[in-house]
């Protein structure tokens, strides 16, 4: 049983699209990470959050902790959005992470 | 300017070697970490430090090793003993622990012939 699950896998958009990137969980943790991997490997820490919601231009983030869920959204998706994107929970000594959402996004 | 730098960016091995990757920060934090990555397969926990002269075993350890001398350094040894060592090797650090936001290095690519 994985303790991170990622949906979809997979996801081709229109640029423009308003995109959904979902994370659900089964650990206890005080905390959620997205992270976006780009093709060529390196990793960024979009968002660390632990309640709520986060916007970062066109991003936003929300968490539920009590429904263990969380999503990553995109608005008005442009093809620089393309890459991989993780769910990470640290829950207690241990570091869970998703396998990952690879987004394509087209002209 | 201020990052986390890993180098080199590929390497190459023959079986049975030991082999050395290096990760440096100057953000003065105090957590370090590293993570392997396989093709089609999330990120995993090799070990993680959160104070000079200590570090801790993440999920998958065995046939690595690290020190952690000073702060900027966290140097992590890929074994003869790890059986499948060839992957994509991941340094991050953070200002504290785990919920801290960490910075990625841009990686290594270790293949072992």
């Known amino acids: 049983k994985n303790e991170v699950e990622q949906s979809p896998q997979n996801l081709t958009a229109q640029e423009g699209e308003f995109i959904t990137i979902n994370c659900s969980y089964s650990?206890?943790?005080?905390?959620l990470h997205w992270l976006q991997q780009h093709p060529g490997g390196g990793i960024v820490s979009l968002f660390m959050l632990s309640s709520g919601k986060k916007k970062h231009g066109r991003l936003i983030a929300t968490i539920n902790i009590q429904e263990k869920h969380s999503s990553l959204h995109i608005t008005a998706s442009h093809p620089r959005d393309s890459a991989v994107y993780i769910c990470a929970l640290p829950s207690g000594n241990q570091f869970y992470f998703g396998t990952g959402t690879s987004l394509t996004v087209i002209p | 300017d201020g990052g986390i730098t890993q180098s080199p960016k590929y390497l190459f091995r023959k079986e049975g070697q030991n082999v050395t990757l290096s990760c440096e920060q100057n953000l003065n934090h105090d957590a370090m970490y590293w993570y392997r990555q396989d093709p089609g397969q999330g990120l995993r926990l090799i070990y993680y430090?959160?104070?000079?002269?200590?570090?801790q075993k993440g999920d998958i350890a065995e046939g690595y090793s690290v020190s952690r001398e000073k702060k900027e350094s966290f140097p992590l040894t890929v074994t003869s003993a790890q059986k499948n060592p060839t992957a994509f090797y991941l340094c991050?650090?953070?200002?504290?622990?785990?919920?801290?936001?960490?910075?990625f290095g841009p990686g290594t690519r270790l293949t072992v012939l």
């Open positions: 991050a650090s953070s200002v504290g622990g785990f919920t801290d936001t960490q910075y």
């Open positions: 650990v206890g943790i005080s905390a």
């Open positions: 430090s959160q104070i000079v002269n200590d570090f």
